[in-house]
T-cell receptor
Framework: ETGVTQTPRHLVMGMTNKKSLKCEQH?????MYWYKQSAKKPLELMFV???????ENNSVPSRFSPECPNSSHLFLHLHTLQPEDSALYLC??????????????FGPGTRLTVL | EDQVTQSPEALRLQEGESSSLNCSYT??????LFWYRQDPGKGPEFLFT???AGEEKEKERLKATLTKKESFLHITAPKPEDSATYLC?????????FGAGTQVVVTP
């Protein structure tokens, strides 16, 4: 595997389900990111992890719970979601963030549909 | 509040017809402006980072420029494979903000 991989690629869940999205990067990076991409809206940065520590949470509802066990893996745990949470969820990685973000490498995304 | 606006929303070009995309921004203390390209069904692909007014970067048929208020992505003699959505993102002292993108279609 190379680059940034995400599983599953597609997910359909009910509002009462609990599911998790997985992201893995094979680039030796130390920063990882979760983004939400909705139709006709700008990409929204949700969470940032730097050396496994969460450094940003951009007012994301608690029904989204991130986990970063090591610098190569990132999870997004989902529970009691709403239909408006349906979107493409993108993971990205980069060399560790410092003064400014640098080049980010994105995965292909998980297309989430909440019924 | 930091803001990023991209124009036009969509652009249709004939192969070889050069054009420019605009990214206007309002940010407190620019720390970086980024251009990405996104193909349907894929994640964004990094193109350029610009840090200060007057800076320019080039890659094949693409050239990015930066002023204190906006950035331009110039596409010279585009080919059909340049068809994609081009995203601009800005980082000030707040969170990273993306624009809504410009969808470019290049026809043979």
């Amino acid at each position: 595997e190379t680059g940034v991989t995400q599983t599953p690629r597609h997910l359909v869940m009910g509002m009462t389900n609990k599911k998790s999205l997985k992201c893995e990067q094979h680039l030796g990076h130390n920063a990882m990111y979760w983004y939400k991409q909705s139709a006709k809206k700008p990409l929204e940065l949700m969470f940032v992890y730097n050396f496994k520590e969460q450094t940003e949470n951009n007012s994301v509802p608690s029904r989204f719970s991130p986990e970063c066990p090591n610098s190569s893996h990132l999870f997004l745990h989902l529970h009691t979601l709403q239909p408006e949470d349906s979107a493409l969820y993108l993971c990205a990685s980069s060399p560790a963030t410092s003064v400014s973000y640098n080049e980010q490498f994105f995965g292909p995304g998980t297309r989430l549909t909440v019924l | 509040e930091d803001q990023v606006t991209q124009s036009p929303e969509a652009l249709r070009l004939q192969e070889g017809e050069s054009s420019s995309l605009n990214c206007s921004y309002t940010v407190s203390g620019l720390r970086g402006l980024f251009w990405y390209r996104q193909d349907p069904g894929k994640g964004p692909e990094f193109l350029f980072t610009l840090y200060s007014a007057g800076e320019e970067k080039e890659k094949e048929r693409l050239k990015a420029t930066l002023t204190k208020k906006e950035s331009f992505l110039h596409i010279t003699a585009p080919k059909p494979e340049d068809s994609a959505t081009y995203l601009c993102a800005v980082q000030g002292w707040g969170k990273l903000q993306f624009g809504a993108g410009t969808q470019v279609v290049v026809t043979p």
